[in-house]
């Protein structure tokens, strides 16, 4: 049995452990707020503008001459990664990285075993992991969350875009988590490029029922807003994870406040017992002492 000295620093450690788990759901809460309503204005622009991009790629003859829409045999292949800075968020990270590695086994093994996988890494915690199992990392942006803005997304956006168009990627899949609510996030691995229209036929449909007049033409639009809805897609993925890291560290401070919680009352029964053993000890030896004397 521990002795009474301890048990007490055991109680006082984990109070202050405690205390620091509150404050680190307090920050996170507070975070979290802020983090959801950028999501949510962000959503209905990004969903308008895909649909606005799918309605024009739809009737533009040359939309494939595009260098973003060119389908290539894929050789060498760019994850984008988007985990967090920091831990102490629950699996959250843990789960982006069984993703990608998931995605990799899966759809590029053959490109992996040339050495033709690499990662283009948003978070600290995604590059550290994935570097040590030897992937080709680039950490350029990886403290993107640090300094979160459209400008520093949209420099990765062009990075990667101008990576893709000169051919020395094949392919750029996004791999991130989608915020849903505080307790659940959905792991999304999308492709980025080459574009690939999802709803082209739903457009071309529509386009037949009405007719859109275009200024200027369709080329020149498309040519606008193909880069713009990239660097709006890697955004909001930006974005959706940030919220969804909020609201996981949040969920996982609040389990270890409720587990400190537990393990302090167990602490604190186990005190009393050992306090009450060695107060009883201290008795029988007294009595044994005095009768001793007696004798």
């Known amino acids: 049995m521990a002795s009474l000295k301890e048990v007490r620093n055991r109680i006082v450690s984990v109070n202050s452990t405690q205390q620091i788990t509150k404050a680190m759901k307090m920050v996170a809460a507070a975070k979290l707020r802020r983090a959801q309503d950028n999501i949510l204005q962000m959503r209905p622009y990004a969903q308008k503008l895909g649909e606005m991009l799918s309605t024009v790629s739809a009737g533009a003859e040359s939309s494939s001459d595009s260098p973003l829409k060119t389908v290539r045999q894929i050789e060498k292949v760019l994850i984008v990664v988007v985990t967090s800075d920091r831990g102490l968020c629950g699996a959250f990270n843990t789960n982006i990285i069984k993703a990608t590695l998931l995605l990799i086994e899966t759809k590029y093994a053959e490109q992996a075993r040339k050495g033709n996988v690499e990662i283009f890494a948003i978070g ?3 590059a550290e992991s994935l570097a040590k199992r030897g992937f080709v990392v680039n950490k350029k942006y990886m403290d993107l969350f640090g300094r979160l803005s459209f400008v520093n997304a949209k420099s990765a956006a062009e990075e990667i875009m101008k990576d893709f168009s000169e051919g020395r990627y094949d392919a750029v899949d996004l791999v ?3 915020f849903k609510n505080v307790a659940t996030q959905i792991i ?3 492709r980025y490029l080459p574009i690939e229209s ?7 449909t529509k386009k037949t029922e009405v007719n859109y007049i ?8 498309l040519a606008e807003l193909i880069p713009k809805s990239l ?6 993925a930006v974005l959706e994870s940030n919220a969804s890291e909020q609201g996981a560290r949040m969920t996982a401070m609040d389990k270890a406040t409720e587990n400190a919680q537990e393990l302090l009352k167990e602490l604190k029964l186990v005190y009393n017992r050992t306090r009450q053993a060695a107060i009883t000890t201290e008795i029988l030896e007294i009595v044994g002492g005095a009768e001793a004397l007696k004798a």
Request: hydrophobic share 20%.
């Open 124 to 126: 600290k915690k995604g």
């Open 176 to 178: 991130y988590n989608e």
């Open 188 to 190: 999304h691995t999308d």
């Open 198 to 204: 999802e709803n082209l036929s739903k457009a071309k």
């Open 214 to 221: 275009f200024e200027p033409t369709e080329e020149e639009i």
């Open 231 to 236: 660097k709006i897609q890697l955004y909001r």
